[in-house]
């Protein structure tokens, strides 16, 4: 597994593939759902949708994420409603762990370490004459690998419309937008912008809030279609899945159980008063299992 972070790190460096940091996972709600429900209210919202964060309360919210590998995530976010809007204030970092050093005649050098800081601002708002909520994001994002180091402004924008009769919503964002800072190397670097088109419904005779995302990153050729959905049961309590169509390329046929599970999440929240709480897991196939938590509290 480790030579997979270093393949990853490889990538990074000398491949363009630069910010990676911008899609990972860092929160037990996003991870679960696969990506999808863009236009699904919650504290993250803003690295799918900005305008999902609309009439969020005023809480606070920490997350940690565990990877293969010793690899961690952590996230907190703090959301302060107004009277027309609501700003969102969020800092997560991915720490990729310790590597031993080589140099040039593969003789051990001292460790070293690399690692993704992302300082994010947001704000959601309404039109106060159509059934419509917009929201934008912008933040500094710094990615550190040994001596090397970039960084990047970051800016997205969405919106949502409520279609009542339906009893769905759908959403538009263009996501990872940015200015690049300072760069690894000479080389170009490439960001992950992608325009997400997102759209839920409420169904009728479940307890169920289906979500179908397409994210369409410019530089793919296919976009890639994610599906997830919320139950909400007694007691508080929300069941999350999710999956899409990356399970066909870390189906392997080697393993029926690891095909099964692969490219799936699955989560369950609970909300207690002020307080709530929520866990997810999701399966990269071959690549193993990541786990999370998050706590929070209305205030």
Do not use: C
Not at 26 to 40: E, K, N, S, V
Not at 163 to 177: A, E, F, P, T, Y
Not at 220 to 233: C, D, N, Q, S, Y
Not at 248 to 271: E, K, M, N, P, Y
């Amino acid at each position: 597994m480790r030579s997979i972070v270093y393949s990853f790190l490889f990538n990074i460096l000398f491949a363009g593939v630069t910010f990676p940091g911008l899609e990972n996972w860092y929160h037990p709600h996003r991870m679960a759902l696969t990506g999808a429900g863009g236009a699904i209210q919650n504290i993250t919202a803003d690295v799918v949708n900005p305008a999902a964060l609309w009439m969020l309360p005023r809480q606070f919210e920490a997350s940690f994420i565990s990877y293969p590998a010793d690899i961690t995530a952590q996230s907190v976010h703090l959301s302060l409603p107004g009277k027309e809007s609501v700003t969102v204030y969020g800092l997560r970092h991915l720490n990729y762990g310790l590597f031993s050093g080589r140099d040039e005649l593969n003789q051990e050098t001292e460790n070293y370490s690399a690692a993704d800081t992302w300082l994010n601002w947001a704000a959601a708002g309404h039109s106060s004459r159509w059934p419509l909520v917009w929201g934008i994001s912008a933040g500094i994002f710094i990615s550190t690998i040994e001596a090397k180091q970039a960084a990047l402004f970051t800016f997205s924008a969405g919106a949502i419309v409520d279609l009542k009769k339906l009893n769905s919503k759908l959403g538009v964002s263009l996501i990872n937008l940015g200015s690049v800072i300072k760069n690894y190397s000479e080389k170009e670097e490439e960001l992950p912008t992608a325009v997400v088109i997102s759209i839920t419904k409420k169904l009728a005779y479940l307890p169920l809030t289906f979500s179908l995302d397409a994210y369409n990153r410019f530089s793919l050729k296919m976009p890639e279609i994610r599906l997830g959905g919320v139950f909400a049961l007694p007691y508080q309590l929300q069941l999350k899945l999710g999956t899409s169509t990356n399970r066909l390329q870390q189906s392997t046929s080697q393993s029926l159980s690891r095909d099964f599970f692969a490219d799936s999440g699955f989560g369950v929240a609970w909300i207690y008063e002020n307080y709530n709480f929520e866990t997810g897991v999701y399966s990269y196939g071959p690549g193993g299992w990541i786990s999370g938590l998050a706590v929070g509290i209305k205030f």
